[in-house]
């Protein structure tokens, strides 16, 4: 199986500034077939479910608003909230589809208000 | 809009079986371009894909539960179901149903219900 790996664990970050979360796949998520890196970002906030922000590693979900985007390739990812607002808050997953149908998780990163 | 509900008893013994079955509305199972997976979450904890089921029967399981896991599709009902075998307390966690978009991400997931497994 893919081991994806989350950091930091936990986060805090002041209102209107940037966060930063990291994930770091232990092989490669880019398939040659497609040139496409296999890899989405979820928030999921208390007492719900996970929701989709971002797939392919960098496109945003309709809906999705644009403070929050992907980056990326290979290995290692990043999602960025560009100007954190109080709703952010939440617990925000990475996951690999490498390999489908089987999907691996990384741990989550809890996010914070500073 | 596509809905997805859990159903099933929420307190289980240990060495029993949890079943759990997932009503979709708003859309076709039978559409062919999603798998139809079961996810879960242990309390505090992160996430753990369980298996997927196509709406022909195709399977795919966790290979650290595949000894345990059974995934069926009712597509009369509009439905699929869970059942994991000889549980214990480790398998208590918010069971998720979802829909995986055939390329691989999840777009839709139910609420999710809890499963507890205590004497």
């Known amino acids: 199986d893919i081991v994806m790996t989350q950091s930091p664990d936990s986060l805090a970050v002041s209102l209107g500034e940037r966060a930063t979360i990291n994930c770091k796949s232990s092989?490669?998520?880019?398939?040659?077939?497609?040139?496409?890196?296999?890899l989405a970002w979820y928030q999921q906030k208390p007492g719900q479910p996970p929701k989709l922000l971002i797939y392919?590693?960098?496109t945003r979900e309709s809906g999705v608003p644009d403070r929050f985007s992907g980056s990326g390739s290979g290995t290692d990812f990043t999602l960025t909230i560009s100007s954190l607002q109080a709703e952010d808050v939440a617990v925000y997953y990475c996951?690999?589809?490498?390999?489908?149908?089987?999907?691996?998780f990384g741990q989550g990163t809890r996010l914070e208000i500073k | 809009q596509l809905q997805l509900q859990e159903s099933g008893p929420g307190l289980v013994k240990p060495s029993e079986t949890l079943s759990l079955i997932c009503t979709v509305s708003?859309?076709?199972?039978?559409?062919?371009?999603?798998?139809w997976s079961w996810i879960r979450q242990p309390p505090g904890m992160g996430l753990e894909w369980i298996g997927s089921?196509?709406?022909?029967?195709?399977?795919y399981y966790n290979p650290s539960l595949q000894s345990r896991v059974t995934i069926s599709v009712d597509t009369s009902k509009n439905q699929f179901s869970l059942k994991l075998s000889s549980v214990t307390a480790a398998d208590t966690a918010v069971y998720y149903c979802?829909?995986?978009?055939?390329?691989?991400?999840?777009?839709?997931w139910g609420q999710g219900t809890l499963g507890t497994v205590s004497s």
């Open positions: 996951q690999q589809y490498y390999t489908p149908p089987r999907i691996t």
């Open positions: 092989q490669s998520v880019l398939h040659s077939s497609n040139n496409k890196n296999h």
């Open positions: 392919w590693a960098s």
């Open positions: 708003g859309g076709s199972i039978s559409s062919g371009s999603f798998y």
């Open positions: 089921i196509f709406y022909s029967g195709s399977t």
């Open positions: 979802a829909r995986r978009v055939f390329s691989g991400w999840i777009d839709y």
